[in-house]
Each structure stands twice: as C-alpha cells, then as structure tokens.
C-alpha cells in the first residue's frame, strides 16, 4: 500500500459578526488530527486560531507551544504558554483526543475497505492528437482516495492522459475512469495500474491489443451462430432423412 493513510478530523468553531449582508468578519478555532501510519505514532496535534483567513495563533503538537502570527496572537500565544495547565491539557490531546478518535475512525471506516473491481478497455477516439484511446475504469471501491496511473513499456505516462473524479455511486462505493491517448507501436506494452487502500499491492492490467473486447465478442457471438446453425441443420437434415426412409419402409 503506497499511497498515504492521511486521516484528518476537524472541530470547528465558527464565530461571525455581520456587519451589513455580504460581508462579516469570522473568528474561527479549529483543531485538526494528521496522521499517515497505521499506529498512529507520527499523529500530530494542530490547534487553530484563526481570523478571518489568517491564523493568529496555533499550537503544533511536534512543537509542543503556541505560537504567535500577530501582535494579538504574540500576545496571548505567551500568556497560554505561561500557564501550565493550559500547556499540559494541550499536550495531552494528541493522545487523549487524537488518537483516541483516529482508533474509533479506523474501525468504524478505514477498515472497511473494499478493493476496486477494474477493467481496461478501447473505446472510440473523439478526434483528438491519437488514433487511439484506452480506458481504465474501476469499480465499486470503498472508501475514495485511488490512484490510476498509465504505463508505457514499464514507464509511468503523464501527458494524454485525462481522468474522472472521484464518482460517488450513491450507496458507499465509488468509480472512477480515466482514459489514456495514444498513438499505437508495435511490440509496446501498456498498462493501466490502480492502488487502493483495499489492495496489498497496485492492480496492474496489460492491454491486449490483438483484438479489441467488442471485435472479440462479435466474433464469438458469430462463431457460436454458426455452430448452432450446424447442429440445427444437420438434425434436420437426420430427420428428414428418417422420415423419408421410414416410409419407404413402411409396406403398403
Ligand atoms: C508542525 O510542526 C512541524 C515541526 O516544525 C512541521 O514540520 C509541521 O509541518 C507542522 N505541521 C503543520 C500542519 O503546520
């Protein structure tokens, strides 16, 4: 698993004194919890005071104090850092609150994960620089947070390449599709990998350009057609030759 298990929760305190109908002036104090391990250990602690868009005051638990953006905040960033109570409460809460919390959200979601279903597939090109466009689609992952990446030839593609959000299905699951530009080469590989906080490692699909799916199906739709048409034929024929036998059996 390679991509990072950020998990973020804030509380916000919102404050806001409106001074005619559009604009107002906002206090705002959030705190936020920021972790990227499983164990929590590199969880850190933020404690934001915030004015309109400007943080005045904030405590970062790797610091361990407050620290002042503005006169105000210089101010009172001090007079916190002087009491000891206010100091300690603070310093507890990446244990008491943060990880406390990250331990119920963990089970409660993170651990819930269901992998992507993925599929890769040709679909028409809408007149763009390449006569080609491949398609990676995956389905029904839970929760959001995927990466799909294009390789050509074991090398990671970025340009030609345009991808969907992050799409809510509406009942947990998610999808997303992104579509890769290109102008065939023979004796080239392309692929499409996915990593997911569902899969141990990246799902990686190689394209398969002798046929297209759909050139595919039609061919095996055909094929099975005349089979079928074959086996009908030939019990017809069998039928018919019984019945045309037996009557010449049949003594009149
Ligand atoms: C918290 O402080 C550490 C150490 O100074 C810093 O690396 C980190 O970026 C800070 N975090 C935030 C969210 O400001």
């Given at each position: 698993?390679?991509l990072?298990?950020?998990l973020?929760?804030?509380?916000?305190l919102?404050?806001?004194a409106?001074t005619g109908a559009?604009?107002?002036?906002?206090?705002?104090?959030?705190?936020?919890?920021i972790?990227?391990?499983?164990?929590?250990s590199d969880?850190v602690?933020?404690?934001n005071y915030?004015?309109?868009?400007?943080?005045?005051?904030?405590?970062?638990s790797?610091?361990?104090e407050?620290?002042?953006?503005?006169?105000?905040?210089?101010?009172?960033a001090?007079?916190?850092?002087?009491?000891?109570?206010?100091?300690q409460q603070?310093r507890?809460?990446v244990?008491?609150y943060?990880?406390?919390?990250?331990?119920?959200?963990q089970?409660a979601i993170?651990?819930?994960?269901?992998?992507?279903k993925?599929?890769l597939s040709?679909v028409?090109?809408?007149?763009g620089?390449?006569?080609?466009?491949?398609?990676?689609?995956?389905?029904r992952f839970?929760?959001?947070?995927i990466?799909v990446?294009?390789?050509?030839?074991?090398e990671?593609?970025?340009?030609?390449?345009t991808?969907?959000?992050e799409?809510?299905?509406g009942d947990?699951y998610?999808?997303?599709?992104s579509?890769?530009e290109?102008?065939p080469?023979?004796?080239?590989?392309?692929?499409?990998?996915?990593?997911?906080?569902?899969?141990?490692?990246?799902i990686?699909?190689?394209?398969?350009p002798?046929?297209?799916e759909?050139?595919?199906n039609?061919?095996a739709?055909?094929?099975?057609g005349?089979?079928?048409g074959?086996i009908?034929?030939?019990?017809?024929?069998i039928?018919?030759?019984?019945?045309?036998?037996?009557?010449?059996l049949?003594?009149t």
């Amino acid at each position: 698993m390679s991509l990072p298990r950020i998990l973020c929760f804030h509380l916000i305190l919102m404050l806001s004194a409106f001074t005619g109908a559009a604009n107002g002036y906002y206090h705002s104090w959030w705190t936020k919890c920021i972790h990227s391990s499983r164990d929590f250990s590199d969880m850190v602690y933020i404690d934001n005071y915030i004015f309109n868009k400007d943080v005045y005051i904030q405590f970062n638990s790797t610091v361990g104090e407050y620290v002042g953006y503005t006169a105000l905040g210089v101010y009172n960033a001090e007079r916190f850092n002087k009491d000891p109570n206010i100091l300690q409460q603070e310093r507890a809460q990446v244990e008491r609150y943060c990880k406390h919390n990250a331990e119920l959200y963990q089970s409660a979601i993170a651990d819930k994960t269901v992998p992507p279903k993925v599929k890769l597939s040709s679909v028409k090109p809408a007149g763009g620089r390449h006569p080609a466009v491949l398609m990676c689609s995956a389905y029904r992952f839970y929760p959001h947070g995927i990466k799909v990446s294009w390789m050509r030839n074991g090398e990671v593609v970025k340009t030609d390449v345009t991808s969907t959000e992050e799409m809510p299905n509406g009942d947990w699951y998610y999808q997303i599709h992104s579509e890769l530009e290109y102008t065939p080469k023979s004796g080239e590989k392309i692929s499409c990998a996915v990593d997911h906080a569902g899969l141990t490692k990246p799902i990686i699909i190689d394209w398969d350009p002798s046929l297209p799916e759909s050139e595919r199906n039609k061919i095996a739709i055909g094929a099975s057609g005349l089979v079928l048409g074959i086996i009908i034929s030939a019990a017809g024929l069998i039928y018919y030759k019984k019945k045309s036998s037996g009557r010449i059996l049949v003594p009149t």
